[in-house]
């Protein structure tokens, strides 16, 4: 028997709560397409990005196996959405055409500045606090019935290589301060910060 205090249900997507990111790879003219993407996790030094295969950032990267992270902070969430609704592919895939229009420089439409990296020929986005310089290390098919009706996706292995951050979030040598540095945070397609107050810390926090 159901319980009542439980509803079964379909939600659409499954953003309970994850950082956003934009994302840095390289056209095939040598320019950077920027895109924004909230389908990610770290492991180390290694990241795993979620793509929908109908998107010029797969397809840079099927090409190029470069990109940078870009971490935006909470308040630019406008800046980000500016770029929600624009692919770098032309023409527009069909699958998204009835949502998203072809843009080629989404720095300018967004406002955002492109920096020179390091080590990978994608450019960075100046006004983000964190920048992660990557190699594309592999691209796995991810399957599921649900994620084919969005035409399908991958799952990008990527090696951080060089990490940039705002120099007033860093303490010490190496360590980000979090009670500085918020994420800009989607869920269930709204944008959130992260609450003010801490809650505690794990054992293996440094002090």
């Given at each position: 028997m159901p319980d009542p205090k439980f509803r079964t249900?379909?939600?659409k997507i499954l953003y309970f709560g994850t950082p956003v990111a934009l994302i840095s790879s390289l056209n095939e003219d040598g320019t950077t397409n920027l895109a924004p993407m909230s389908s990610f996790w770290a492991l180390?030094?290694?990241l795993v990005l979620g793509l929908l295969d109908e998107t010029k950032t797969a397809e840079n990267f099927a090409r190029h196996p470069e990109c940078v992270v870009n971490l935006p902070a909470p308040n630019m969430w406008r800046e980000v959405e500016k770029l929600a609704p624009l692919t770098g592919k032309n023409p527009v895939p069909q699958?998204?055409?009835k949502q998203f229009r072809f843009e080629k420089d989404k720095f300018g439409v967004s406002g955002l500045t492109p920096i020179a990296s390091e080590i990978v020929q994608p450019a960075r986005a100046e006004q983000c606090p964190v920048h992660m310089e990557a190699r594309v290390t592999k691209l796995h098919r991810v399957g599921g019935e649900k994620l084919q009706k969005l035409g399908g996706g991958l799952a990008a292995e990527v090696e951080i290589i060089r990490v940039h951050v705002a120099a007033d979030l860093v303490v010490g040598e190496s360590y980000i301060d979090p009670s500085k540095w918020s994420?800009?945070?989607?869920n269930f397609r709204h944008y959130f910060r992260l609450a003010e107050k801490e809650l505690g810390k794990t054992f293996r926090a440094e002090k």
């Open positions: 249900i379909e939600p180390g030094w290694t699958i998204k055409a994420p800009l945070i989607y």
